[in-house]
């Protein structure tokens, strides 16, 4: 398989590479960036009212005192998952298509772990003491519950977003010095040497940065693994019927990676068609990415099934109830919705028809970003609305502030996304020239 | 960047990636040791045309991975089993199993960040950008698409116009002589810097210290002080008199309490029994309290000749017929309701302190009129309890 469409010269792929970089933005970006800049507002509206009256103006509260705010959490974190998966786990496996979406995916990584970390902090009530979540020496020798999943969260979550801040960092160094030497304008001159740390080409250089490359991969792999197996810890390590079950992390991670895929090519397929980077990200890259799809769907789509098996398997009253309170109960119209998104429309990528057609692949992903978010709004609230005592049943409803903040974060999301197109390469520029066809020495063979 | 005149090296550049691995090659059996390659992206098969040492970068990393999960564990051990021990979801102080998550990330932070960390500082020397290759057509060409070989003058084998015809002969093209940079330096005691220096530490500190220890009480960061609750001993508008405490509801008894039966009577009829057993420590308790309580008036050893005598009434002794004959519930009641002007210690007391008191007084009045025979009589009888 090509990895890049035509015979392009390296010069030429650094020239579409930087092209975005190089012109002033049309007028369609501006177009996009104030959608999202008002979306953003949204939320920031929303949340600002939040603070001032007090988060009693959202729907959660007793017995459904985890609602929105951990859904979206769980949601953004799950988003997160693909990026480390492709720059990393697939860096690992040698999978050379990687180098023209692994950039991108990273950006999305990033940016979706600052959405989902907003999250846990509004939902204190009160963000500006967030600093208290970390272990510091005080004089009260008050420390933080070590044996605590939400405290292993902190830990989780910070630690991947630093780690892949870190990784994505490493591999903007060369592409910041080919910027550096290519560019015309004084001021991103400065910027651009600045960042390239001095970066000078040079084998010498090349040979550590591989080895720190792959050891960095080989870190992010587990990492990846961990974060949202920690996460799932949240639920698991509870008493409460469905949550309580050992299925959990990893049926949380091929949710995570599920959704994250999603959410990559819903973004690709629009970047590449308005940056012209058809031949860079090719349809190869988006099928490669839809058979994912297709399997951690039907990993999605098992843990679905085997929980109701386990809850009949385990002879556990309140267990059994959960599971078909989730089916038929209130919540019944969520449940649906989450199997059909996430089971039913991803089986239209076994015909490889669709999965090269990008309208189909568009409608899918979408389903799938929906189905994911349903499924940690299932998981929560179906199992805290009724719980094992039936005297404190109720019904969630969430408010306008609630959906309010939830379109913020999309807003947020999106608008790193398109201020990232415009001020960095969004596809690694040295990496994908040495998959280029002609770019390794020739007695070395094509590996 | 301004250039002295010395000669800092000479550049080539080769336009495929198989040139310049057998340009590599060829420098590299020449003999020169002071080149570098320049590629836009590692080509493969360079790290043997350059005869390089595997990077020892991993050596770094284990160490401080390593050090990572020592340091954390230790410090998850010092604050949960030894700092402030507290039992949590009745797991044990050191609670292996549940540290193995925060274990696993501190690894994998300190691992990451130290890789990267020393490959930038101490592998590459950077940030740095006054290398003399910088800003030379040479560089420009091998970010882009082309990929050389430089050769530097310090190497004892370098020779401008051989290396010159040398390089041609590989291949080599756009030959560029580079010339050093002149030598910046920088006076770190220079006051314009000094000041830099001490306006940054000033701001950072002052911020600091505002945010934390002021900003964070002002409005509406302490808005969680300013709540719709009453405050113990404040007046209310809400109940109707005008209270913000409120009594308890009738027939309440507090946790640990068992209400005394006979609080108001002058003398129950059927006094109460003493639960208690007589022990070495119901004896010491009985005692701490007496002299807590009672021996203020009526004296350590019960006689009524504390410093209160001579003062009207007289405390009485403990030791009159009367009281040698009272049962122990009579000595009790009069501890919970106060007899003339000696008040009541049931808030002071509990009931075990009490009784355990009534016990004390029981030994003190044997201890003042005890009878030769006495001692025998106990010492017989501890050695038939096997005391």
Redesign the interface.
């Given at each position: 398989m090509p990895l890049i469409e035509g015979r392009l010269?390296?010069?030429q792929i650094?020239e579409i590479i930087a092209k975005p970089l190089d012109t002033k933005p049309n007028k369609k970006y501006f177009i996009a960036l104030s959608i999202t800049l008002s979306l953003l507002l949204i939320g920031a509206t929303a949340l600002l009212i939040s603070?001032?009256y007090g988060v009693g103006l959202w729907g959660n509260n007793q017995p459904v005192g985890w609602a929105f705010p951990i859904v979206n959490f769980v949601f953004w974190v799950g988003i997160g998952h693909a990026g480390t998966l492709i720059s990393a786990i697939l860096f690992l496996l040698r999978q050379k298509w990687r180098t023209a979406i692994a950039r991108f995916a990273e950006a999305m990584t990033i940016f979706a772990v600052i959405c989902a970390a907003i999250f846990p902090i509004i939902h204190t009530g009160?963000f500006?003491?967030a600093g208290y979540l970390m272990?510091y020496p005080n004089q009260h020798?008050?420390?933080v519950?070590?044996?605590?999943?939400l405290?292993?969260d902190v830990?989780?979550v910070s630690?991947y977003f630093?780690?892949s801040l870190?990784?994505w960092y490493?591999g903007l160094i060369?592409d910041f010095?080919?910027l550096?030497?290519?560019t015309s304008s004084k001021i991103k001159k400065v910027f651009y040497?600045?960042f390239s740390?001095?970066?000078?080409?040079?084998?010498?250089?090349?040979?550590?940065?591989?080895?720190?490359y792959t050891?960095?991969a080989g870190?992010?792999t587990?990492?990846v693994l961990?974060v949202h197996t920690?996460v799932s810890?949240d639920f698991a390590v509870s008493i409460m019927p469905g949550w309580h079950t050992t299925i959990f992390p990893p049926y949380f991670v091929a949710g995570a990676i599920f959704s994250g895929f999603a959410m990559v090519v819903t973004v690709l397929i629009f970047v590449r068609k308005i940056f012209d980077m058809e031949q860079l990200i090719t349809l190869d890259h988006l099928d490669k990415m839809n058979r994912i799809i297709l399997a951690t769907g039907m990993m999605v789509g098992y843990a679905y099934g085997m929980e109701f098996f386990m809850a009949w398997y385990s002879g556990v009253q309140f267990e059994q109830f959960v599971f078909i309170n989730r089916a038929f109960g209130p919540y019944a119209w969520a449940y649906w919705i989450m199997v059909t998104c996430n089971v039913v429309f991803p089986q239209l990528f076994w015909f490889r028809k669709f999965r090269r057609s990008i309208p189909v692949m568009l409608v899918v992903v979408i389903f799938v970003n929906v189905g994911m978010w349903f499924e940690r709004f299932v998981i929560t609230v179906t199992s805290l609305h009724r719980d094992y005592l039936p005297s404190s049943w109720g019904y969630y409803t969430p408010t306008l502030y609630d959906f309010g903040i939830l379109i913020g974060s999309f807003g947020l999301f999106f608008t790193l996304v398109l201020l990232f197109v415009k001020t960095l390469p969004s596809v690694s520029i040295?990496?994908i020239?040495?998959v280029a066809d002609?770019?390794?020495?020739?007695?070395?063979g094509s590996h | 960047m301004e250039r002295t005149d010395k000669i800092y090296g000479l550049a080539a550049l080769f336009d495929s990636p198989d040139k310049i691995i057998h340009a590599t090659e060829s420098v590299v059996k020449e003999g020169y040791k002071s080149f570098d390659v320049h590629t836009p992206y590692p080509v493969h098969g360079m790290d043997n045309a350059m005869k390089l040492k595997p990077s020892t970068l991993g050596y770094i990393t284990l160490v401080f991975g390593l050090s990572g999960a020592a340091f954390i564990l230790l410090f998850m051990y010092w604050t949960m089993s030894v700092n402030y021990p507290m039992i949590i979801g009745g797991k044990p102080y050191f609670a292996l199993p549940a540290f193995i998550p925060v274990t696993f990330e501190v690894t994998v932070l300190l691992a990451t960040l130290s890789t990267v960390i020393g490959m930038i500082a101490f592998y590459f020397k950077f940030p740095v950008n006054a290398y003399p290759l910088n800003e030379t057509n040479y560089m420009k060409a091998v970010s882009n698409d082309k990929y050389g070989v430089f050769i530097k003058s310090d190497d004892p084998k370098f020779d401008e116009s051989k290396i010159r015809v040398f390089l041609t002969s590989l291949g080599g093209t756009n030959l560029e002589l580079v010339y050093d940079l002149k030598k910046v330096t920088y006076d770190p005691f220079s006051p314009r810097f000094i000041s830099v220096l001490v306006g940054v530490i000033i701001v950072v500190s002052g911020g600091t210290y505002v945010s934390l220890n002021k900003a964070m009480y002002l409005p509406p960061f302490n808005w969680m002080e300013y709540q719709f609750r009453g405050n113990p001993q404040s007046s209310s508008d809400f109940f109707s008199d005008g209270r913000v405490n409120r009594m308890p509801v009738k027939g309440s008894v507090a946790r640990g309490f068992i209400p005394y039966e006979f609080t108001g009577v002058t003398l129950p009829e059927n006094p109460l029994p003493n639960p208690l057993p007589v022990d070495e420590k119901v004896l010491q308790l009985g005692k701490r309290k007496y002299l807590t309580f009672c021996s203020p008036c009526h004296g350590d050893y019960g006689d009524g000749d504390s410093r209160m005598r001579g003062q009207f009434p007289n405390p009485p002794s403990l030791h009159t017929e009367k009281l040698k004959t009272w049962a122990d519930g009579l000595i009790y009641h009069v501890i919970v309701n106060g007899q003339n002007v000696m008040p009541s210690y049931a808030h002071q007391t509990t009931a075990e302190e009490r009784w355990a008191m009534v016990h004390y007084v029981r030994a003190l009045q044997l201890a003042k009129n005890a009878s030769e025979g006495d001692i025998d009589r106990f010492n017989k009888e501890f050695s038939a309890n096997g005391k």
């Open positions: 010269t390296l010069a650094e603070f001032y009160r500006w003491l272990p020798n008050l420390w519950n070590f044996t605590s999943p405290l292993w830990f989780a630690t630093t780690v870190v990784f490493v060369p010095a080919v550096r030497d290519r040497t600045v740390l001095g970066w000078r080409n040079s084998h010498r250089n090349w040979q550590h940065y591989e080895k720190a050891l960095l870190f992010a587990p990492l961990s920690i810890f040295s990496e020239k040495a002609g770019a390794q020495p020739t007695h070395h | -």
